[in-house]
């Protein structure tokens, strides 16, 4: 496929146009891989060359580049992988190499999150963005012994490293 | 200086823009009868055009008078804890050229600079208000919406604020700065009463030299901050933005070291800690206009308040850093975070700032108990 049929196809317009218009020859080529690969729709396209062009301009890398990067072809090269699963796993990636701190930050809570669940069968839930101070936890009980094995569990996860790691991650310690 | 400069309508009989047209010398003098800035961006202007408008209203100046209300209250952000600021505004814009001012995006359809030549009304408005209400502490900065100093050699406005806020018992002017420009207020050493704090914006080295395009190093600011410290004015600091950037512990460590090597920390009125912000559609203007900096391309988020912020471990991160080496010069240092949630006070500090509006209070007071 040539970056003008895709054009074409989708009636890319405005800045998008403008974009794939621009784009260097080896660019060209890599942009062309990734369409044919993923088959993403203009807006698609337009976030996901956004979030690449951000990464080109923090790293001082040509957008050829980034698309190169093994995290970034292996989803765009998954076998097994819908076009639609191949946009969503790629738009984590890219964001993943866009924002790695923040990435970071939220793969600890994540793993954090999951022990607790896994030791007491009770979701801890950060704050929406990571931004505040507040852990939530939501119970639903049946009867006032649920109340009381519930309240058993959040004594001894008030205990556990973990609950106290997803306080220091949020407050940046 | 500027290359071009309108005079709208009554305001040239005025005493301010005559003294700044005959500062000015040798410029291109425009009179016009309309008040409406001569770069208005159209609307449904883009980013391009709004960007080259930016950089070309930095050159311009507008002499107009004010109409409005002069003393407002600094408006905060929603959500976020306020330190109850009081502005006046005696201009618009600024000549220096930021790369995250916010006033890029804030005036970016109204892009000339402007100084109002009816301050004299600033003035009236300032003692009347601020008597008509003798209980409230007042802490009024001029360097919210321009440079507080940098036209002080046009206007000479700080040879009548100055004056004006020591016969005030309630109030403390601030001046908010990133120029060098401290003549007029070297003058006034027997006259400001110790009730005008004389405060700097500043950075690690890094973002000085790289983001702070036309203002003063950090070293000829320390310098004019060691000659108003000598003749007896508090020194106020603004870490504000904190940039996140590789390296950036050594950056400001480097840059606390070398103020306090300049300046007493005795001297210090207040220092606000304040990370990285500013609106979404900033975002594009500063790509256009700044195409080799860094700096939008941190890792932030959309807010609540709508601005984009850095991610909250990190800015916590940098507040708890910066806030304990600035304790760590001087166990008491008054220091406190602009714009920033209850969270990052209850992380950082362990609580509220003195239960919320005490906090302009303690400032106010702490400058007007060295009169």
């Known amino acids: 496929m040539e970056i003008e049929d895709y054009i074409a196809e989708k009636h890319v317009g405005g800045s998008l146009l403008s974009i794939l218009r621009r784009l260097e020859a080896q660019d060209s080529r890599s942009v062309c891989a990734l369409i044919e690969a993923i088959n993403p729709s203009a807006n698609t396209l337009r976030g996901l060359l956004d979030l690449v062009y951000e990464i080109c301009r923090r790293d001082a ?15 765009v090269r998954h076998e097994k992988l819908s076009r639609k699963e191949k946009q969503k796993a790629l738009r984590i990636e890219l964001e993943a190499l866009r924002y790695p701190q923040m990435n970071s930050v939220r793969c600890k809570i994540n793993a954090a999150q999951q022990e607790l669940l896994r030791q007491f069968g009770l979701r801890v839930e950060a704050p929406k963005d990571l931004e505040g101070d507040t852990l939530t936890v939501r119970l639903s009980v049946r009867s006032l012994n649920e109340f009381a094995d519930y309240a058993e569990k959040l004594k001894l996860l008030s205990r556990h490293p973990a609950a106290g790691e997803m306080f220091k991650l949020l407050r940046g310690e | 200086m500027p290359e071009r400069v309108f005079v709208v309508g009554d305001a040239a009989e005025d005493v301010v823009a005559q003294r700044v047209l005959s500062r000015l010398g040798a410029v291109e003098v425009v009179n016009l009868d309309s008040d409406d800035d001569p770069l208005r961006a159209p609307s449904g202007a883009g ?58 995006h804030y005036f970016r359809r109204n892009p000339t600079l402007k100084l109002f030549t009816n301050t004299g009304e600033m003035l009236k408005e300032i003692e009347q208000r601020t008597s008509a209400e003798p209980r409230r502490r007042f802490r009024i900065c001029t360097g919210e919406l321009t440079d507080s100093l940098v036209f002080d050699h046009l206007t000479d406005l700080s040879l009548e604020l100055v004056p004006l ?31 005008t704090v004389v405060s700097w914006s500043v950075n690690a080295p890094e973002v000085v030299e790289q983001d702070e395009a036309l203002t003063a190093s950090l070293e000829q600011r320390m310098n004019a901050a060691a000659l108003v410290a000598e003749a007896g004015y508090r020194v106020g600091l603004h870490f504000d933005p904190l940039v996140f950037y590789p390296g950036w512990k050594e950056g400001y460590c480097a840059t606390i070291r070398y103020i306090f090597s300049r300046i007493d920390a005795e001297n210090i009125a207040w220092i606000s800690i304040a990370p990285l912000r500013y609106h979404p559609e900033q ?17 932030n988020f959309l807010a609540k308040d709508n601005k984009l912020r850095i991610f909250q471990p990190l800015r916590f991160e940098m507040l708890r850093f910066i806030w304990k080496e600035l304790h760590a010069v001087r166990a008491g240092m008054p220091v406190y975070m602009c714009m920033e949630s209850p969270a990052a006070w209850r992380s950082i500090v362990g609580g509220p700032p003195l239960a919320g509006t005490e906090l302009a209070e303690i400032f106010s007071r702490s400058a007007c108990c060295r009169v």
């Open chain 2, 165 to 195: 806020f020591a016969r005030l018992p309630n109030a403390v002017l601030e001046f908010k700065t990133k120029d060098c420009e401290v003549d007029n207020l070297l003058t006034l050493r027997h006259e400001h009463g110790g009730k």
């Open chain 1, 61 to 75: 890398r040509k957008l050829h580049e980034v698309l190169a990067l093994p995290v970034v072809h292996d989803v």
């Open chain 2, 47 to 104: 980013a391009g055009e709004e960007s080259s408008h930016i950089s070309l209203g930095k050159r311009w100046l507008m002499l107009k008078r004010y109409r409005g209300k002069w003393l407002k209250g600094c408006p905060g952000t929603l959500g976020h804890v306020c330190c109850n600021l009081w502005v006046v505004n005696p201009g618009e814009g600024c000549p220096l050229d930021c790369t995250y001012c916010a006033l890029q």
């Open chain 2, 283 to 299: 975002q594009e203007i500063m790509l256009r206009r700044f195409p080799e900096s860094r700096l939008p391309l941190v890792e």
